[in-house]
T-cell receptor, first 111, second 114 residues
Framework: DQQVKQNSPSLSVQEGRISILNCDYT??????FLWYKKYPAEGPTFLIS?????DKNEDGRFTVFLNKSAKHLSLHIVPSQPGDSAVYFC??????????FGTGTSLTVIP | GAVVSQHPSRVICKSGTSVKIECRSLDFQATTMFWYRQFPKKSLMLMAT?????????EQGVEKDKFLINHASLTLSTLTVTSAHPEDSSFYIC??????????FGDGTRLSIL
């Protein structure tokens, strides 16, 4: 049973615009959430994280929003750049142990 | 710089061959490493948790005799796919997690069994 879901397998955005990637989870006990970026034939690279005690975390062009009541988190990238084109995975963790990953969203930023 | 080194990056071999994949933690000692497998259009699936000095913990449905894990030192864990078959072809990724730090992943190994 998929505990973390990314319902959009792909997303295309014009350069300079905002990219919004969404993620839903089912386990209300998850207390730590992460976003990873993955290029083909490479391992995921950590992007940004958020603890369940927060609802927003910002790092440069990347902002993660957490809505615990809706069990939803999103990653905002603004402005989007062609180099941001990659697959983005969200992940959720319970006490920092086992991590559960979504299926990924392939982002294409069009120059 | 890279925190985790995974080797080899790509393996192509005949059915029945055993393949060993190495995962090295470069920046810190890792008592725990994770092995994942990624299927096309699916999420990273945790296969097992590798614990230094003790037996690995396998996820449900993962054959421990098929996927042998050895975590002999604080910086090295190996995954051996024994008697590999075409259905074992996949992308295998290891990761290392420091104390409450986000996971750092290796670049993965593309395994192709002919």
């Amino acid at each position: 049973d998929q505990q973390v879901k990314q319902n959009s397998p792909s997303l295309s955005v014009q350069e300079g615009r905002i990219s919004i990637l969404n993620c839903d989870y089912t386990n209300s006990m998850f207390d730590y959430f992460l976003w990873y970026k993955k290029y083909p034939a490479e391992g995921p690279t950590f992007l940004i994280s958020i603890s369940s005690i927060k609802d927003k975390n910002e790092d440069g062009r990347f902002t993660v929003f957490l809505n615990k009541s809706a069990k939803h988190l999103s990653l905002h990238i603004v402005p989007s750049q062609p180099g941001d084109s990659a697959v983005y995975f969200c992940a959720a963790s319970l006490t920092g142990n086992q991590f559960y990953f979504g299926t990924g969203t392939s982002l294409t930023v069009i120059p | 710089g890279a925190v985790v080194s995974q080797h080899p990056s790509r393996v192509i071999c005949k059915s029945g061959t055993s393949v060993k994949i190495e995962c090295r933690s470069l920046d810190f000692q890792a008592t725990t490493m994770f092995w994942y497998r990624q299927f096309p259009k699916k999420s990273l699936m945790l296969m097992a948790t590798s614990n230094e000095g003790s037996k690995a913990t396998y996820e449900q449905g993962v054959e421990k005799d098929k996927f042998l894990i050895n975590h002999a030192s604080l910086t090295l864990s190996t995954l051996t796919v024994t008697s590999a078959h075409p259905e074992d072809s996949s992308f295998y990724i290891c990761s290392v997690m420091g104390n409450n730090q986000p996971q750092h992943f290796g670049d993965g190994t593309r395994l192709s069994i002919l």
